[in-house]
């Protein structure tokens, strides 16, 4: 079965500083896709970054990065420069699509992330 | 409009009672998806919608009913409702489906209901 592990329920950091938010999965597939979704007060999911697995190269969006290690099955996500706007749930998520057609989005249970000014 | 709309945002009722969620969607998507939020669980994917056409449930009880009647829109039918259902509860929509090319899902900000 595929499943998301997300370590941390919660995590702090200093405003300005580097937070790294752990996450692993479990899949026999090689092919598939993740992502980190921004769950803040407003509760709407907001993407922020994916990746492809078949792609070595890590995935960049402004302040946030990731590191894939497909061998070790861990995604996690870098946030620098960390703002107040960045406190929210953070959720990774996997999808493996199957004979062209797109496959189900599985979450991990998120963690919390806390903004200290 | 942009994006993707729900209504209400919350949502109390009786394990009596009938009501309805909707989801909107001005993106010009072809799938649309109702996911359940739950207090410390990971969020569950409930129903999908490929082209108006139902392809996913899952295992979801029939006091939930979804309808789709066109691309644009997305309803769930909630009747004789569990305290346990309290939730929230995220529309998505994305691009075709068919089309393996990692196509992104796009939320709404979700309803909470709270039945009681």
């Known amino acids: 079965a595929q499943t998301v592990t997300q370590s941390q329920p919660e995590m702090s950091v200093q405003e300005a500083e580097t937070v790294t938010l752990s996450c692993t999965y479990d899949?026999?597939?090689?092919?598939?896709?993740l992502f980190w979704y921004k769950q803040p007060p407003s509760r709407q999911m907001i993407l922020v970054i994916r990746q492809e697995a078949y792609k070595q190269q890590n995935a960049t969006e402004n302040r946030f990065s990731v590191n894939f290690q497909k061998a070790a099955k861990s995604f996690s996500l870098k946030i620098s420069d960390s703002q107040l706007g960045d406190a929210a749930m953070y959720f990774c998520a996997y999808r493996v699509d199957y004979g062209g057609s797109q496959g189900n989005l599985i979450f991990g249970k998120g963690t919390k992330l806390s903004v200290k000014p | 409009e942009t994006g993707v709309t729900q209504t209400p945002r919350h949502l109390v009722m009786g394990m009596t009672n009938k009501k309805s969620l909707k989801c909107e969607q001005h993106l010009g998507h072809n799938a649309m998806y109702w996911y359940k939020q739950s207090a410390k669980k990971p969020l569950e994917l409930m129903f999908v919608y490929n082209f108006k056409e139902q392809t996913e449930n899952n295992s979801v009880p029939s006091r939930f009913s979804p309808e789709c009647p066109n691309s644009s829109h997305l309803f769930l039918h909630l009747h004789t409702l569990q305290p346990e259902d309290s939730a929230l509860y995220l529309c998505?929509?994305?691009?075709?489906?068919?089309?393996?090319?990692?196509?992104?899902?796009?939320f709404g900000p979700g309803t909470r209901l709270t039945v009681l």
């Open positions: 998505a929509s994305s691009h075709t489906p068919g089309l393996a090319g990692g196509t992104k899902q796009f």
């Open positions: 899949t026999s597939e090689s092919d598939y896709y």
